[in-house]
């Protein structure tokens, strides 16, 4: 596709070096200070296009068609150059927002997840050390315990140096961060100061 662009533009401009420049420069030649002067009219337009494209005028018309397929060349580098960099910066620009909406709606969620898992780990705290009962204890316990894991999920959000993908189990193209390593050095980090009494 760029090589074939490449090419359109190298062989409009061998068509205007020939059509427009070498009868342009045809014309300055013949109103030029060594003929005698030419009245303007259909006589001088005639004598301009056959000269333009008689055999002696050949050899100029190549020149200008090789110096305008030059230019042709030159100047599609230069737009196709111009349009990839153009594209690469709206691409820039558009993660660029994507990335500071992702922030901005990670520190809004991350603050109102925080307040609802204050209290569901404080309340259930406070339920384990008034509540007697081994099976009640133990199932706050596991709620104390998924909210560490909410923790660990924020914590491991915000602080991601890069995002990794993994694909989400029962959808096609549906994509979530993938957080394991993380969300386990969390959780191991959680559970190592209970261990050491």
């Keep these: 596709m760029r090589k074939s662009r490449i090419i359109w533009f190298t062989l409009a401009g061998m068509l205007l070096g020939y059509l427009l420049m070498h009868p342009f420069a045809m014309l300055a030649y013949l109103l030029g200070p060594q003929h005698p002067p030419v009245p303007m009219g259909a006589n001088l337009w005639g004598m301009q296009v056959s000269q333009s494209f008689s055999a002696a005028g050949l ?7 090789f110096l305008g397929g030059l230019a042709g060349f030159f100047f599609g580098i230069w737009y196709l150059q111009k349009e990839k960099l153009t594209a690469e910066r709206l691409e820039s620009q558009r993660r660029r927002v994507a990335l500071e909406t992702l922030q901005e709606l990670m520190v809004t969620l991350a603050h109102h997840i925080r307040n609802a898992n204050m209290v ?4 259930s705290s406070r339920m384990i050390k008034h509540l007697p009962d081994p ?3 133990r199932q706050l316990e596991l709620i104390q315990q998924a909210s560490r894991e909410i923790e660990a ?6 602080s991601l140096p890069q995002i990794d993908r993994a694909q989400y189990i029962g959808a096609w193209d549906t994509k979530m961060i993938d957080l394991k390593q993380e969300l ?8 190592s100061p209970k261990a050491v009494p």
């Design 59 to 65: 050899t100029m018309g190549g020149a200008f068609t």
């Design 184 to 191: 386990e050095s969390r959780l191991a980090a959680f559970a």
């Design 135 to 137: 099976e009640v204890q």
């Design 120 to 123: 569901i780990g404080g309340f």
């Design 153 to 158: 999920v924020i914590a491991a959000l915000e």
